[in-house]
């Protein structure tokens, strides 16, 4: 019993010191190509995303050495991650927020990631066996599934603190009344209530906070709290639009260059739902 233990906390160590070198090859990879985009010289790349310097698979290798990992060796790196499967192309992320919100911060954290696609109008039995409310996003770590997308990012930032994506507490909470009034004002079917009037004031105190200290949530660097809050506001836009035909005013500025330049980030777009999901998916709020 103390053996079995003994060898998988080893190959939980070896696994850490894998995922933690593909980190490194995916940032350097991403930095070398952003230099290649600027026009800057680059000659680095790594085939497949997966080379690693051996060194940090097996110490006793010796360093300098890279390894190109196995498909199934690579596959065994990759967290697995439950998410809304897309109600309009069979095989494809679907429109979930928090499930983005998941992939945002696995993406941004140079993490490698399998998903599994799951129909929420039809519960497969094993979904519902990992997960007691039936809702995505689910993520595995160290052989549990965890639930809810607060938990799942604050273990991530635990096991993975680098790069570090944590919001100073004073400011986790920015932006966060959009949500639930972007939801009053798209179900609203009185056009003279106050739904529209109370989002346009969170927006406009958000595009304040925006100005004195922006332009991200915690100022010059992204965080914990962007990735929260800009899959809500991209719902937003797309739903309001659809619906409402309603958008951002263009007079708040710093909302409209927080919104453009986060949701053209590789992260953003490699994550992002199809517009007709969000959609579909807001279809039976809006109806009801
Ligand atoms: N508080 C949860 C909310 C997750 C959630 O509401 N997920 C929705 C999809 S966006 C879901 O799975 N709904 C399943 C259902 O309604 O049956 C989180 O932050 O992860």
Redesign the pocket.
């Known amino acids: 019993m103390m053996m079995i233990k003994a060898q998988k906390g080893e190959r939980e160590r070896e696994r850490d010191k894998a995922v933690e070198a593909f980190q490194i090859c995916r940032s350097h990879n991403n930095r070398r190509q952003s230099e290649r985009e600027r026009g800057m010289s680059a000659t680095f790349t790594v085939s497949a995303g997966v080379r690693i310097p051996t060194s940090l698979l097996r110490q006793r290798r010796g360093s300098g050495r890279w390894h190109r990992l196995s498909t199934r060796a690579a596959s065994e790196l990759e967290l697995e991650v439950c998410v ?1 499967a897309s109600t309009t192309v069979p095989d494809r992320l679907g429109d ?4 983005q ?1 998941v992939l945002l911060t696995l993406e941004e954290k140079h993490l490698p990631y399998q998903m599994k696609f799951v129909d ?1 109008s039809n ?1 497969p039995h094993w979904f519902l066996q990992i997960s007691p409310q ?4 689910l993520l595995k770590l160290e052989e549990k599934w965890l ?4 938990v ?1 990012t604050q273990a991530l930032e635990q096991k993975y603190p680098q790069p570090p994506l944590t919001t100073p507490p004073h400011k986790a909470s920015v932006g966060s009344n959009i949500f639930s009034t972007f939801i009053a004002f798209l179900k609203s079917k009185d056009p003279s209530d106050a739904t529209q009037q109370a989002l346009l004031s969170e927006l406009t105190s958000f595009n304040e906070y925006l100005k004195d200290n922006g332009p991200f949530i915690n100022g010059d660097t992204i965080s914990a709290a962007d990735l929260s809050l800009a899959p809500k506001l991209y719902h937003m836009e797309i739903a309001l639009g659809h619906y409402k035909n309603w958008s951002v005013p263009e007079s708040l500025s710093y909302l409209n260059n927080y919104m453009k330049t986060i949701f053209s980030r590789e992260s953003f777009v490699k994550t992002r739902a199809l517009h007709e999901d969000v959609i579909a998916g807001w279809r039976p709020k809006v109806m009801s």
Do not use: H, M, N
């Not at 039936?134 to 996003?137: D, F």
């Open positions: 809304k979930c927020p928090f499930t919100r929420l519960k039936g809702k995505v996003p639930a809810d997308s607060d799942i």
